[in-house]
């Protein structure tokens, strides 16, 4: 019996690279995934590739391919990755680049794109938003960049073509692990329950170390062994549609039942109708079945067809938050925490500082949890506390002016204040909507070294 093995290689851009190289090395891997483009990193992107063409793709991709090229090469494993973001051909050119510089030799390189639809949004400006009240073309103005969730077909069509390393823009995440499951066994959207189960490995795979215990581990509670060496995740399918889920060996982490179902439930929103392009997946009757340490079975997902429509991200200018900090220690810490933030709060206005709102925590106290609560699990003992005053305006010049009074509050503020930081963050917002499914046209190109 045919089986593939496909590794997530990445949770998010910003994650750790050398569990990729030992899942490469000692995985025994066909493929490897990296899941690297959260719905407000591709709008990220977009404001780099505007300052350089050259840029608008993940920002560690250099790094994180000059580790993973050469084992990957070696051991014959492909690569399939949405780090691309807004610009896989500067990607792909980027990546050819390390290949040379490394006297990497017989690979190709795939670049999938398609998914950008900035400049046709105008004829979408009359389209409801999904997550509030408005359309489209209420941000028309501060609009940053519009794109569909792909399907399968491109990356598919590059494994055909014999790409090694395959980079794309926005796709949907169980879609880099399904689109290589479709095309090592013929399977089309019309396979229910093997379309049901791909989507299934590959939303377990996706948050790599979430699945194998990193985001499980609770000490005293749910322990996790040698989570310093956490192993990132691996699938192994079988012909008819089931599959183990299990890690590398010799890593630490755990892979079990609980994890497997916490990951499960992670974003879907609805279990019978996880709605992705490439199906409507249903996981309500899934079973996992623990069969070795570390290896989990998976079996009983399946699929109720396509969606009519897909979804678009849109990431827009939204406003600015300056983030304010600085800490409190000792006797009565947090009432003096407490003086500190109701004075700033008085002073933005007293200044006429214009702003849209303003948040104050006590972090140590309440920045997780609410008074009330907050009481009842601390049991009244404050040692430390770090105020945290958030206030979002519409410019740069007020959040500067916001900074700059976050600054003063310490000779003007209660005493013993100290680590006083200041940031202020230009916001990103995103939002969705639909189109419908024909409004994608995938392109594929093709590179080798």
Avoid at 351 to 374: Q, T
């Amino acid at each position: 019996m045919k089986k593939i093995r496909i590794g997530g290689g990445a949770g998010f851009a910003g994650d750790r690279v050398d569990a990729a190289v030992i899942l490469i090395e000692k995985g025994n891997l066909d493929y490897i995934i990296f899941e690297c483009l959260a719905e407000r990193t591709i709008g990220l992107a977009k404001q780099e590739m505007l300052k350089d063409p050259t840029k608008g793709y993940s920002r560690l991709l250099e790094y994180r391919m000059s580790q993973v090229l050469k084992p990957a090469k070696e051991h014959g494993v492909k690569i399939i990755t949405n780090m691309g973001a807004v610009n896989p051909h500067a990607a792909v050119m980027k990546v050819m680049e390390i290949a040379e510089e490394q006297g990497i030799t017989g690979l190709k390189f795939a670049a999938v794109t398609g998914d950008s639809i900035d400049d046709s949004i105008e004829q979408y400006y009359d389209e409801e938003i999904l997550e509030f009240k408005g359309k489209v073309a209420d941000w028309k103005d501060q609009i940053v960049s519009a794109n569909v969730y792909m399907g399968a077909e491109g990356i598919i069509e590059a494994l055909r073509n014999g790409a090694d390393v395959i980079i794309t823009g926005r796709v949907a995440d169980p879609t880099l692990t399904l689109a290589p499951l479709r095309y090592e066994y013929g399977w089309t959207p019309d396979d229910a329950d093997k379309m049901g189960q791909c989507v299934l490995a590959g939303h377990l795979l996706e948050c790599g170390g979430q699945v194998t215990g990193g985001y499980y581990a609770d000490p005293g509670y749910k322990e996790v062994p040698d989570l310093d060496n956490l192993g990132f995740p691996l699938v192994e399918f079988d012909e008819d549609g089931s599959f183990i889920i299990t890690k590398a060996e010799g890593t630490g982490g755990i892979v079990c039942v609980d994890t497997c179902k916490e990951q499960m439930l992670y974003e879907i929103h609805n279990p019978t109708a996880y709605l992705t392009p490439d199906c409507i997946a249903d996981f309500s009757a899934v079973k996992f079945t623990q069969e070795g340490e570390n290896r989990v079975r998976a079996k009983g997902a399946t699929s109720h067809g396509l969606t009519e429509n897909l979804k678009v991200n849109v990431c827009y200018r939204d406003s600015f938050i300056t983030d304010c900090e600085i800490s409190y220690g000792g006797c009565n810490a947090l009432e003096r925490a407490k003086l500190a933030g109701d004075m700033f709060v008085k002073r933005l206005d007293r200044l006429g500082i214009s702003y849209n709102e303003v948040r104050v925590d006590y972090i140590g106290y309440n920045s997780l949890y609410k008074d009330k609560l907050a009481e009842y699990i601390s049991e009244g003992r404050w040692g430390e506390i770090r105020l945290h005053v958030a206030v979002r305006t519409q410019d740069r010049e007020n959040a500067v002016r916001v900074s700059n009074e976050g600054d003063s509050i310490y000779t003007n503020g209660p005493t013993g204040g100290g680590g006083a930081t200041m940031r202020i963050s230009e916001i990103i917002s995103v939002f969705s909507f639909f189109v419908p499914r024909n409004a994608v046209q995938t392109d594929v190109s093709y590179k080798e070294v």
